[in-house]
C-alpha cells in the first residue's frame, strides 16, 4: 500500500506526519503486507494558501500514478473556512480518481504539532491538554518552548524528528486525545479501506 501524505509545508511537517501516519495506517490496515508512507515534497507548496489551491492538488495526483491513499494534511489555524475548503478538494479529487486511488484530506485541530503533543507521557506538569487544545497558536505558546526546554531546537526539524518519533509509539494515545481530527481521520481510512483490497 502506497501513501502519500501531502503537507501545506514538508519541511518541517515531514518529520511529525511520516511516523504518526504510518502508525495509523498500521492501525486500520486490515491486511499484513509492506507499507510505504511518503511525504509528497516535490512540489513544495510552501503553505496553508497553496495547499487548498485545486490545480496544485491535481498537478500532484497526476505526478503519483502509483499512489493508493493520497492524505492531504494541513494545519486549521482557528480557520473554520479551512475545512470546508478541503471538502471541496477532497470532492474534486474524488471525481477524477479511479475506484484503486483513495483521497482524504484533514485538518489538525488547531496544528500538527498537537498531534505530537498528545503522544508525549512527559509534558510538563503546567500543560494543560484541554487547554492545548483550545489554543489558536499551540506550537508558539507549548510546542516551541517544549523543544527549547528539552535542548532540541538545533536537532533534525528542530526536533520534530525526535519527538514525533517518541509520539508515534504512543499512537492509541494520539487517537484518543485527538478524537476531532486524527480520530477522525482513521475512521474514514477505516471506511475506505473495507471493500477495496490494500
Known amino acids: 500500500m502506497n501513501v502519500l501524505v501531502i503537507p501545506e509545508d514538508f519541511r518541517k511537517d515531514q518529520y511529525m506526519l511520516k511516523p504518526i501516519i504510518t502508525a495509523m495506517i498500521k492501525a486500520v490496515k486490515k491486511r499484513s503486507g509492506s507499507i510505504k508512507v511518503r511525504i509528497c515534497q516535490n512540489p513544495l507548496l510552501g503553505g496553508i494558501s497553496e495547499a487548498l489551491k485545486w490545480e496544485n492538488i491535481e498537478t500532484i495526483i497526476n505526478q503519483y500514478p502509483m499512489v493508493d491513499l493520497f492524505l492531504l494534511c494541513v494545519d486549521r489555524d482557528g480557520k473554520e473556512g479551512h475545512k470546508v475548503a478541503l471538502d471541496k478538494i477532497e470532492k474534486q479529487a474524488t471525481e477524477i480518481l479511479g475506484d484503486r486511488q483513495l483521497f482524504l484530506a484533514e485538518n489538525a485541530w488547531q496544528e500538527i504539532e498537537v498531534w505530537v503533543l498528545a503522544g508525549l507521557k512527559d509534558l510538563p506538569r503546567e500543560y494543560n491538554w484541554q487547554e492545548i487544545r483550545q489554543e489558536i497558536n499551540p506550537k508558539e505558546i507549548y510546542f516551541l518552548p517544549l523543544l527549547q526546554q528539552k535542548k532540541l531546537l538545533d536537532s533534525v526539524g528542530e526536533g520534530r524528528k525526535e519527538l514525533a518519533k517518541e509520539a508515534a509509539q504512543q499512537y492509541d494515545?494520539?487517537?484518543?486525545?485527538?478524537?476531532?481530527?486524527?480520530?477522525?481521520?482513521?475512521?474514514?481510512?477505516?471506511?475506505?479501506?473495507?471493500g477495496n483490497d490494500f
Open 173 to 194: 494515545r494520539i487517537r484518543q486525545l485527538c478524537s476531532e481530527d486524527i480520530g477522525n481521520l482513521e475512521s474514514r481510512i477505516k471506511g475506505l479501506l473495507i
